[in-house]
């Protein structure tokens, strides 16, 4: 009798088989990240396809209110965020190797749109040389404690070897105006 039990869960798992994360092991589905004050969050949350969602609130005296949703370029293992709202700061990516990690800092302005996305080697040429800690599971930004400030429409990132990247907020979309009669 138990060995058509056994069949049976077999057959079903092989029928259906269940999602994987195949290269983002250990990976929580479900993150959030506040900013210094608390007042600005951002909710991760990692989807089947092994991607991730951000969604952006702000706490305001009628409850929490979402600012936008916006698909990411990486499961970050850290997102830092400005208590303005004004950027969202994601930092390394459980899918990929520490040695080659593609989206190692990548940041997102106000509407929740990518604005400037670098690879590990981009931030640290010399990793060995900066970062005194790595480890498959250790994120290399545990080791390089970066700082950041948000002064008017910029956002500059510090590493704490003395290098820096600004990142400039791109000017709103202008709208193009209608035109009136017909075809061009």
């Known amino acids: 009798m138990k060995f058509h039990h056994v ?20 990976v929580l589905s479900r993150r959030v990240f506040a900013s210094e004050h608390g007042n600005t969050y951002v909710r991760v949350d990692v989807d089947i396809t092994g991607g991730s969602v951000a969604r952006l609130y702000q706490v305001r005296d009628e409850g929490d209110v979402l600012v936008w949703t916006a698909r990411l370029v990486n499961v970050p293992q850290t997102v830092w965020v400005d ?4 950027w969202i700061v994601t930092l390394g990516n459980y899918c990929n190797s520490p040695s080659d990690q593609e989206h190692a ?14 690879c590990l080697r981009e931030l640290v040429p010399n990793l060995l040389d900066h ?23 910029e956002l500059r990132v510090f590493f704490p070897w003395g290098e820096s990247k600004v990142v400039n907020r791109p000017p709103p979309r202008a709208i193009a105006p209608e035109r009136s009669g017909g075809a061009p």
């Not at 069949?7 to 250990?26: D, I, M, W």
């Not at 208590?83 to 004004?86: N, P």
Request: glycine residues 6%; proline residues 7%; aromatic residues 14%.
């Open 131 to 153: 970062v005194n800690r790595f480890e498959v599971h250790t994120p290399w930004t545990s080791s390089a404690r970066l700082r950041f400030e948000a002064p008017f429409n």
């Open 7 to 26: 069949v049976a869960v077999l057959a079903c798992l092989t029928a259906f088989p269940l999602p994987a994360f195949a290269e983002c092991t250990g």
């Open 83 to 86: 208590s303005g709202g004004r």
């Open 105 to 118: 800092l990548t940041v997102y302005d106000n509407a929740g749109q990518l604005i400037a996305d670098w």
